[in-house]
């Protein structure tokens, strides 16, 4: 989806029925209230909180009246509507009202704070067309200014990345090997434990990626990082006393690795 990250932390959630709506809270015996504090008159669910509440279902109807018809359905299954006829626009538009409608939810039930339904939704779609014209704007730039160089024939090259999730309390880390040609031999990502630094979260995901081409016997590989500090680090010895020097000889010991 081409929607914000915390909107797609959110949507994951939200197909899998994870966000602490009223009646999840008391199905864990958190409450015993499962009532919409907004209209004090249904069982508060997923669907109930973000598309049928009667403070804002009526709203659902100017974008997807055929859609919200159907109240059986999850949110997951109406995000599969959109995904078999190929209207991926529409998917995003769609998360981020229910996303927005869910942020308005907890205003009130958090903060006692009642928000237009209208302007909240403004607001989401507004931040939906900035977001797509910045990326539109930075894929163009990062295609001017940084272009992927090949290794030399008998290499493959390991990129190597990592990201914060906040809102998980975790970190991702991701790896792409490809060939000099370009072409994509693996990729994988990983959920890990949250970590403070940036130093730390490159240098995992380094570890990670290497690890894999051990265990699969890849050998010859060239590592690109965006992170110097560590790259430089590994090429010197210079940080394997500091707090990270464990990780840093393990990724030394696995460069070292010789299979067979």
Not at 7 to 33: M, S, Y
Not at 82 to 94: A, G, H, I, R, T
Request: charged residues 25%; contains cysteine; aromatic residues 10%.
């Amino acid at each position: 989806m081409k929607v914000p990250s915390k909107v797609k932390i959110f949507a994951w959630r939200a197909c899998k029925d994870g966000l602490p709506t009223a009646l999840n809270l008391e199905k864990k015996h958190i409450t015993r209230q499962r009532i919409c504090s907004l209209c004090n008159a249904e069982t508060e669910d997923l669907n109930h909180a973000v598309i049928y509440c009667k403070m804002i279902e009526g709203f659902w109807n100017n974008f997807f009246p055929e859609l919200v018809k159907n109240k059986c359905r999850s949110i997951k299954e109406k995000a599969l509507v959109f995904c078999e006829k190929k209207e991926f626009s529409k998917l995003d538009v769609f998360f981020m009202l229910i996303w927005s409608f869910w942020f308005r939810r907890n205003k009130y039930v958090h903060e006692q704070i009642r928000l237009d339904p209208r302007k909240i939704a403004d607001k989401a779609l507004g931040l939906l067309a900035s977001f797509n014209s910045a990326r539109k704007t930075n894929c163009v730039q990062i295609r001017k200014y940084f272009k992927w160089s090949p290794p030399d024939i008998n290499f493959l090259k390991l990129n190597v990345d990592g990201a914060t999730f906040k809102e998980l309390d975790r970190v991702g880390i991701g790896v792409v090997l490809k060939h000099y040609s370009g072409k994509v031999i693996m990729a994988m990502s990983k959920i890990e434990i949250s970590v403070e630094e940036s130093e730390e979260i490159e240098l995992l995901a380094i570890f990670r990626g290497m690890q894999l081409c051990v265990n699969l016997g890849i050998q010859n590989i060239l590592i690109e990082s965006d992170s110097k500090l560590v790259i430089e680090a590994l090429q010197t010895d210079s940080m394997l006393n500091s707090s990270l020097g464990v990780l840093y000889r393990e990724v030394k010991l696995l460069a070292t690795h010789k299979i067979g």
